[in-house]
């Protein structure tokens, strides 16, 4: 199993996402007199690129509603406000997510707006709307996130008036090298924690704000789908009721700190797990130079920023494992 960074693999992989940003930002201004209120619908990952999304509209816009929903309970729920003036937004990478070309089909003949974004135009999810945004057939692991923010950015800079919007998009598109040389970059230190973490199958991720999207996708779509792990995101306003009694000298825990207005519920963890456990391993934004990212959209950038470095720990975990990341028992083999 390689653990080498491919750097120009990585560029490649964001081509197509990098040639879609202007326009979906154009598509995001274009909706914005149309629209009162966005619904995030996606599984898994695009859930939790939403939830970066979701957080900086609620931060920022005082004219657009948002909502996040996994696809079986946006079906259950059956809002009833899918109305004319809702954007709902579909996300899966495959575009074959089965729940998410259901939610689809559910909204079809219904007067909201519907954009989706995968990867290839054959798929489910890209047949089944009018508007699919196509991040390329082997996009990078931001590319979600990339469309997601210009797409939102365009709605806010119409509807609110951002000012942001124009460092924004001059990050985004300065993003995928900022990731390709976090990876490299990430390489000595990334060795010695897998090293340190390969006899643990028990390991805690503690986040707060929109870098829990980070803890939530490395923790659970990583480890726990990939390495088969009992790996446990757990948010920072949440953790001192209840969570923190697992601690003990021994216990793992990964803190992924970021630069928004959440950072000070992280501090209050930080300094209460450096009191308590000896296994203690701080990833944090600030010690991240992102040459081309505008300071004032560090923030907003930086869960993708982690997940690059912390994703080159899970490349070493199975190499130590003798455990592919492509290993599965159930997905994609059985019914479910």
């Not at 970066?52 to 909502?67: D, F, G, K, Q």
């Not at 300071?295 to 690059?308: D, F, K, T």
């Amino acid at each position: 199993m390689a653990t080498d960074v491919d750097k120009p693999a990585i560029l490649r992989g964001y081509e197509a996402t990098l040639a879609l940003l202007d326009r979906t930002a154009a598509l995001g201004r274009a909706f914005a007199g149309k629209i009162d209120r966005i619904y995030l619908v996606g599984c898994g990952g695009p859930n939790r690129a939403m939830l970066t999304v979701e957080y900086w509209i609620e931060h920022c816009s005082s004219a657009i509603e948002v909502r996040r929903y996994f696809p079986a309970e946006f079906m259950t729920i059956n809002p009833r406000r899918l109305d004319a003036r809702t954007l709902v937004v579909l996300g899966s990478k495959s575009g074959t997510t089965a729940e998410t070309v259901q939610a689809a089909e559910f909204v079809r003949g219904r007067p909201c707006h519907v954009v989706a974004i995968t990867e290839k135009p054959d798929s489910a999810l890209a047949q089944s709307v009018a508007s699919p945004l196509l991040m390329g057939a082997s996009s990078g692991g931001a590319s979600m996130f990339m469309l997601l923010q210009a797409l939102v950015g365009g709605v806010m800079a119409e509807a609110d008036k951002w000012e942001l919007f124009d460092p924004l998009m001059s990050s985004l598109h300065a993003l995928p090298q900022v990731l390709a040389d976090t990876a490299a970059a990430s390489d000595l230190r990334s060795a010695e924690d897998a090293r340190l973490l390969k006899d643990d199958r028990i390991l805690y991720h503690i986040a707060a704000g929109p870098m829990f999207a980070t803890a939530y996708v490395w923790g659970v779509c990583v480890l726990m789908e990939m390495q088969w792990m009992h790996s446990i995101p757990l948010e920072a306003a949440e953790f001192f009721h209840g969570p923190f009694e697992i601690v003990d000298q021994n216990t793992p825990i990964v803190l992924m700190k970021g630069e928004d207005p959440s950072r000070p519920l992280m501090d209050r963890v930080e300094r209460f797990c450096k009191k308590y456990t000896e296994r203690l391993f701080i990833y944090d934004t600030a010690d991240y130079p992102m040459p081309g990212i505008d300071p004032r959209i560090r923030a907003i950038v930086g869960p993708n920023v982690l997940q690059a470095a912390l994703r080159r720990i899970s490349d070493r975990l199975a190499v130590w494992h003798n455990h592919p990341l492509t290993t599965r028992r159930y997905m994609w083999k059985t019914d479910y």
